[in-house]
């Protein structure tokens, strides 16, 4: 059975240490020597796999992490292309499979589409590029543009994998 969310346990300093604490899907566990180095994760989809998930950029690729009031945030997105194939967000401590079934995270309110629509202009900006500009978590700020896009107060460049979003121009071309 797929897990819904992560099990965040104290953090390590070694990955055996860390792997001994994996028990059930969706155990993480954070191997922390002077800063996160990797999350270790007990596979969310069940299959019983240990995912070893890079958080820091001197050893290469990463994935950039946000720790939250005790929530986790990994962007972009897991995607394990052998073995189970796992697709998943993990947001705020919670899991999105990216079967993209069911994509009804996008459509409620983060609470800072003020923020984004006060530093939106009329040029394309990339979602990932604007939430590092206002210091916030890249899938927070996409939620927000879906939000504005809704409201018919933003559009989305053609294609949605692109991720890029500006004002509506008020002038018809």
């Known amino acids: ?21 994996l028990k059930t899907a969706g155990d993480s566990v954070m ?14 989809c069940g299959c019983g796999d240990d995912l070893n998930i890079n958080l820091d950029r001197r050893a290469g690729p990463a994935w950039r992490h946000y720790l939250r009031e005790g929530a986790l945030t990994l962007f972009p ?15 705020n401590s919670e899991i999105y499979w990216c079967d993209w079934d069911d994509d009804s995270y996008w459509n409620h309110s983060t609470g800072i589409e003020t923020r984004v629509w006060d ?17 916030e978590i890249p899938w927070d700020v996409l939620q927000a543009c879906y939000s504005l896009s809704r409201q018919g107060r933003v ?19």
Not at 37 to 42: D, E, F, G, P, Y
Not at 122 to 134: M, V
Request: with cysteine; aromatic share 10%.
């Open 1 to 21: 059975m797929k897990a819904k969310h992560i099990t965040l346990l104290p953090h390590v300093t070694t990955h055996h240490e860390g792997l001994a604490q």
């Open 31 to 44: 191997i922390v020597r002077g800063v996160p180095r990797m999350l270790l994760m007990r596979c969310p």
């Open 77 to 91: 997105s897991y995607w394990r292309d052998s073995h189970c194939g796992s697709h998943f967000i993990l947001w």
């Open 119 to 135: 530093s939106l202009t009329y040029d394309w900006i990339n979602y990932e590029a604007l939430a590092d500009q206002l210091g």
């Open 155 to 173: 559009e989305q460049r053609a294609g949605r994998s692109t991720g890029a979003f500006r004002r509506k121009s008020l002038i018809k071309a």
